[in-house]
Every structure is written in structure tokens, then in C-alpha cells.
């Protein structure tokens, strides 16, 4: 899948640093909705759609996990030095940090994120 | 693209990791086994060389974080050289700015280990 969404980008002319933005946003989303959505190991479809153009991408992901706003969880505190800083939690930073504009509902049982950034 | 790991002994008292590729959910448990066994060693210098790594992720960034914390608990230290774009605006959105010494050469990162392998001799 991460694969598809880079190789998308990269076919609208998008510049690769764009498509690998993107397809690190897509990783980043995904292992989140993958560790968090659930707490059984069961088998859960994501749908992400994805539009790009030369102007912008939009990537749209759909999950029926517990309902999770991935743009107002609390961040990990990035002050303390590293070695003191818990390892993980980095993700979501990254997420936000990269996208122009962000969005997020509750669709029925479905979680519902879309992100958008302008080439 | 997966990833590629060399491991080079520059100096008795440091390791070099060659990373090359992407270093991501489905490649960074590799780099864990290798760093490891510089962990485990008695090396006290672990370099990353990320010349022709082109892509990390959160997943990459907690195996370098955790080898940087587990060196830093023996005393040791970890340096990072020629970080690409991609990489080093990923450490500059998560504020890795005390990771160790970043060199943007090996030439750089050579000079500073001779003086360090130096500072050794002259202490014995």
C-alpha cells in the first residue's frame, strides 16, 4: 500500500520529496490505526483514498476501530534531552508536522482522517 | 526498498553503520539485530553513516534512539554523518538535535575521531 501511494504521487509529477512525505505520513497513520484501533487481533479493513495532482494530495483514511482523533491526542514532550525521553510516540509529530491541512470525524463507527498537502 | 546494513570497525573503539535504502516498520527490526551486537560490544563510538539512506520513519527513528540510549547508559556515544534531506528534516521535526555529533562528512567525522583515538593514546 505504501508502495502504490508513493509510485501515485510520483505519477502526477509530484516531487519526490512530496511522494516520500506522503507515503511517511501514510506509514506513520496506519501503524497507528494498527496498534490503537483494536484490542482484539482481528483482521480490520482501512480504506485509504488517495488523489493527487500537481496542485496537492489528498489521502482519506477510513478505519472502524475505537474512535481515535489522531490531531488532538497529546504529543510526547520533545524538550527533555534524549536519553531522557521515553523512545516512541514520534509518529503523530511527524503526521502533523508534514500535512498543510487536516481533518478528522467520527462517520458512524468509523474513524474518518483526512490530509491534505500542497505540492 | 528494503535496507542494507555494513558494519565497519573504522577504529578499535568505534563502529560504523552503513545504512543504506529505507529504514521503516518493515526494515527496522534488521537494524536492530545489527545494533546490537554493537551494543554488546565494547566499542564506545557508534556512527551512523546515512549517506544512501533516503527514507525513515517513527520506526526508524526508535531504533536509533534506542541504540543512542543504551551507548549513552555505558558511556558511550553516537554520531551521525551526511544525513539526506528527507532524514534530516524527520530528526529536525522530532528535535534530535543533541543526537550525538552530526558531521555533514566522513572526512569531518574522521578528523574528530583521530583526535579522539589521540586524546586515548596520550591518557595510556
Known amino acids: 500500500m505504501l508502495d502504490a501511494i508513493e509510485d501515485s504521487c510520483r505519477g502526477e509529477g509530484l516531487a519526490t520529496q512530496t511522494a516520500l512525505d506522503m507515503r511517511l505520513v501514510a506509514e506513520e497513520v496506519l501503524t497507528n490505526i494498527v496498534k490503537y484501533a483494536h484490542g482484539s487481533m482481528d483482521e480490520h479493513p482501512v480504506e485509504l483514498r488517495l488523489s493527487a495532482s500537481l496542485g496537492s494530495v489528498r489521502m482519506e483514511f477510513r478505519d472502524d476501530g475505537a474512535p481515535f482523533n489522531p490531531l488532538e491526542a497529546p504529543l510526547r514532550d520533545l524538550k527533555p534531552p534524549l536519553e531522557e525521553r521515553e523512545i516512541g510516540g514520534l509518529g503523530l509529530h511527524l503526521v502533523r508536522s ?13 474513524n474518518v482522517l483526512i490530509l491534505m498537502k500542497h505540492a | 526498498m528494503a535496507l542494507n546494513v555494513r558494519i565497519a570497525e573504522s577504529r578499535s573503539f568505534s563502529r560504523t553503520l552503513h545504512l543504506e535504502g529505507r529504514l521503516d516498520s518493515e526494515t527496522a527490526p534488521l537494524l536492530d539485530g545489527e545494533l546490537d551486537k554493537v551494543i554488546n560490544s565494547t566499542a564506545k563510538v557508534l556512527v551512523f553513516d546515512l549517506a544512501d539512506l533516503e527514507y525513515i520513519s517513527s520506526a526508524g527513528l526508535r531504533s536509533i534512539f534506542r541504540a543512542q540510549q543504551a551507548m549513552a547508559k555505558r558511556s558511550g556515544r ?45 591518557g595510556e
Open chain 1, 98 to 110: 508534514l500535512v498543510d491541512d487536516a481533518r478528522y470525524a467520527r462517520d458512524g463507527d468509523c
Open chain 2, 78 to 122: 553516537t554520531m551521525l554523518v551526511n544525513p539526506q534531506p528527507q532524514v534530516q528534516k524527520v530528526f529536525d521535526i522530532v528535535k534530535a538535535v543533541d543526537l550525538g555529533t552530526v558531521f555533514v562528512s566522513i572526512k569531518e567525522l574522521d578528523e574528530y575521531l583521530d583526535a579522539m583515538q589521540r586524546k586515548v593514546i596520550d
